[in-house]
């Protein structure tokens, strides 16, 4: 099979990663399928202009299974929707013999995502994996990026029209029944967007008035 290049990046094209990628496309909405794999071309770029090392295998999986726990699989679930896709994350990276030393770094990576000033003190998979979140969501990082980029990145992976409504809907959908794991984090903003109580400066407020990607 041809690897597949996007931006200059190789996605991963392993038994693993492809096992990954189609539980991942069952599982979840395309808009949320193609927003991880943008994320994982974005930490890669940033992994890259960094020169920081990481395994792309562990950051695929890691990118894939970022959000799974907002789904309807975990619709009676009262933790946090990030440990979820955490401990979901560590279940199939076991069932491939990955090292507990793997499977304890794409744990922290998921379940960290949503913590600011926490990441970027820790190794790479997790400080890339949440800058890719900021890039892919509010265009963080994107003036680090090389010209032409992020237009690679959109064809491979687009946004659908209504993408940042459509985002805090599905993020809110997989948390209105467990509104107490949202206590101090941005999901609870997510929830107060979601019942019509906007905080000022918010996440929500900050996505919406983002005019990443254009």
Known sequence: MTTRYVAGISIPDSAMARAAAELMRATQSDLMFDAARRTFVFASLIGQGRELGFEPDLLYVSALFLRIGITTLYRHSQQRFEVDSANAAAQFL???????????????????????????????????????????????????????????????????????????????????????????????????????????????ERLLASTWPY
Not at 160 to 170: D, R, S, V
């Open 94 to 204: 076991h069932g491939y013999g990955r090292s507990r030393d793997d499977i304890a770094q794409v744990w922290d990576a998921i379940a960290l995502h949503t913590t600011p000033g926490i990441p970027q003190h820790k190794p790479a998979l997790t400080a890339l994996l949440a800058a890719a979140v900021e890039t892919d969501l509010l265009g963080t990082h994107g003036p680090a990026l090389c010209p032409g980029v992020l237009a690679s990145v959109l064809s491979a992976f687009p946004r659908e029209p209504g993408f940042k409504i459509k985002f805090l809907h599905a993020l809110a959908e997989g948390q209105l029944h467990r509104r107490p794991s949202t206590v101090g984090t941005v999901n609870a903003d997510v929830l107060s967007f979601h019942d019509h109580r906007l905080l000022a400066g918010g996440f929500c």
